[in-house]
């Protein structure tokens, strides 16, 4: 099969105002003259994600009790969906829902009055379109983080250099922060990031600012800042939310850069159900309240679990937490066993991360396969 070849970018500048009748320069059929990725490598394939239970089931055979997915940091205890008028499943999503949608996301997330606001079929459509604002050039990505950054990036065309600090960005064009990051919780004080990249921001370049777990730690978000130059901050509707099926994400950021990725996601990207759900969650204050501190009773129970299993907590948020040791392997393979699929990182075999249960019946499930897990005591 001919694969496409990779778009050619055109350049951004900050104040030149989106052509939205002339799309056609986006999409080149040539490919890019200097850093074309191989068609049939790496860039090209699919990368690995918690969630995969099929992978699990391939592996280990279907437990008797069902799995309980801790692979994510999806919040098992998800937002009430309210039941939909017949007409929002039949007619094509309507732009003044999709206006009541962003409006309770302005809200709630505190963007800046001055910025757009693009909803979009979850944060993940959106960072593949991120290639596309900018022209080609060095991307830092504060690492290790979320697979895809680096990912979409490499397809692109872009050098991408994985660092760990803000002071290692050196001549990138695009730096990606993930905060609070996946998989180990490091939070970036947002005033840091916006100071140690006016500079590249001002000179064209991009400042991507992923807050999918942020709802959980608002104080850290840029969302009241999403007006500057050059920034782009994502926030993803389906982990806090508990409701990543529905697929619901958000980009903010100053009207040039939202235009553009409005106009790319193209009409209807966002389902009817998604539109209704979405603003009835965003501006339910009482359940957000409720959901975050329910959120950080449960981490502090699954954290005195694993202490109790000898596993102590290295990290995290508090839809996540994650493990590091020796024993994680192990650890890993004994709880599958159990029917309890946690996430393992290939290129960290000493970590493991553990979504948060929802219900006491799956506490005690995880209690008690941890009972009899490597390194517990008694085991
Ligand atoms: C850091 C981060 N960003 C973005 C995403 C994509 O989320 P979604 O497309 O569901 O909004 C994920 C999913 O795991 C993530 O971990």
């Given at each position: 099969m001919a694969l496409r070849p990779p778009f050619r970018l055109l350049p951004y500048a900050p104040d030149v105002p989106f052509p939205t009748r002339d799309l056609d320069p986006w999409i080149m059929d040539a490919p890019h003259p200097e850093q074309e990725p191989e068609r049939d490598g790496p860039a090209f394939r699919m990368i690995p994600h918690g969630g995969n239970l099929a992978e699990a089931a391939r592996a280990y055979g279907a437990p008797a009790a069902g799995w309980l997915d801790l692979s994510t940091g999806i919040n098992a205890v998800p937002y009430p969906v309210p039941a939909l008028p017949d007409r929002v499943w039949r007619a094509l999503p309507q732009a003044d829902a999709e206006g009541r949608l962003c409006d309770a996301a302005r809200s709630a997330y505190g963007v800046a009055p001055q910025a757009g606001v693009v909803a979009a079929p979850g944060t993940q459509a959106l960072i593949q379109l991120l290639p596309l604002?900018?022209?080609?050039?060095?991307?830092?990505?504060?690492?290790?983080t979320y697979g895809e950054h680096a990912h979409v990036w490499r397809r692109s065309g872009c050098p991408v250099r994985p660092v760990t600090g803000l002071l290692e960005t050196g001549d990138a064009r695009v730096i990606v922060a993930v905060n609070p990051n996946n998989p180990d919780g490091s939070r970036r004080e947002p005033e840091a990031l916006l100071a140690a990249t006016a500079g590249m921001r001002a000179a064209g370049g991009l400042l991507v600012v992923d807050e999918a777990f942020a709802d959980v730690v608002p104080g850290i978000s840029l969302a009241g800042a999403a007006a500057e130059p050059g920034l782009v901050v994502l926030r993803s509707f389906g982990k806090f939310f508990g409701l990543a099926g529905l697929r619901l994400g958000f980009a903010l950021g100053p009207p040039v850069l939202a235009d553009r990725l409005q106009a790319m996601l193209g009409p209807w990207?966002?389902?009817?159900?998604?539109?209704?759900?979405?603003?009835?969650?965003?501006?339910?204050?009482?359940?957000?309240?409720?959901?975050?501190?329910?959120?950080?009773?449960?981490?502090?129970?699954?954290?005195?679990?694993?202490?109790?299993?000898?596993?102590?907590?290295?990290?995290?948020?508090?839809?996540?937490?994650?493990?590091?040791?020796?024993?994680?392997?192990?650890?890993?393979?004994?709880?599958?066993?159990?029917?309890?699929?946690?996430?393992?990182?290939?290129?960290?075999?000493?970590?493991?991360?553990?979504?948060?249960?929802?219900?006491?019946?799956?506490?005690?499930?995880?209690?008690?396969?941890?009972?009899?897990?490597?390194?517990?005591?008694?085991?």
């Open positions: 604002l900018i022209e080609a050039g060095p991307v830092a990505i504060l690492s290790p990207a966002v389902s009817g159900p998604a539109l209704h759900i979405g603003a009835a969650a965003l501006a339910d204050h009482a359940w957000i309240e409720a959901a975050r501190r329910d959120l950080a009773r449960r981490a502090g129970r699954l954290d005195r679990m694993l202490a109790a299993a000898g596993l102590s907590v290295a990290g995290g948020t508090t839809l996540f937490r994650l493990v590091e040791s020796d024993q994680a392997a192990a650890v890993h393979d004994h709880l599958a066993r159990a029917g309890i699929w946690t996430r393992r990182f290939h290129d960290h075999p000493r970590r493991l991360r553990f979504g948060v249960p929802g219900s006491d019946r799956d506490f005690e499930r995880v209690e008690q396969a941890l009972r009899t897990g490597p390194g517990a005591a008694g085991a």
